[in-house]
């Protein structure tokens, strides 16, 4: 018993030194490419869609990041594809929190737009590559059907 929680304090401690060195400092840029489609969605779409969005940013003052992204979705017959701005705001420990405005684009040539916001948390596996999990929700401005809450996995690259 001693042992584990001995373990679980070192562990603790290398994550705590970890996240003193993360790079979230002013000036600094990432790219992070994601998977997304793993929706839990309450739209009337039930069927599992694949997503991959790509985000870059660059730090304007510590922790604080503006965004620009482009996404595409695919499933059948159905194609979206979205382009927006946003923002991010990352913790110490490497959680941070996001928000955003995008415009899509369908197959069927329907504009729509989201207002969206994500919380995940920035796990590094090295000084500049992280993995990123997070849960997003995207609220549609013209059709509450088409709001969706889900999952997505990052990878992000610190520059």
């Known amino acids: 018993m001693k042992k584990s929680l001995l373990l679980l304090a070192f562990l603790g401690l290398a994550m705590s030194s970890v996240a003193q060195s993360k790079p979230f400092g002013e000036g600094k840029w990432f790219i992070n490419p994601s998977i997304t489609g793993l929706d839990l969605s309450y739209s009337k779409d039930t069927k599992m869609k694949l997503g991959v969005d790509l985000e870059a940013g660059a730090f304007l003052i510590d922790n604080f990041a503006l965004l620009v992204g482009v996404g595409a979705e695919a499933r059948d017959n159905y194609h979206r594809y979205s382009a927006g701005v946003g923002g991010r705001y990352y913790f110490n420990n490497g959680l ?28 590094f596996l090295t000084r500049n590559i992280t993995l990123e999990p997070a849960v997003y929700c995207k609220l549609n401005t013209d059709d509450g059907d088409l709001s969706k809450f889900g999952l997505k996995i990052g990878f992000g690259l610190y520059f």
Do not use: P, W
Not at 96 to 113: I, M, R
Not at 115 to 121: D, F
């Open 96 to 123: 941070y929190v996001g928000a955003g405005f995008d415009v899509n684009k369908e197959k069927s040539l329907d504009t729509y737009f989201n207002v969206n916001a994500q919380v995940g948390y920035a796990f």
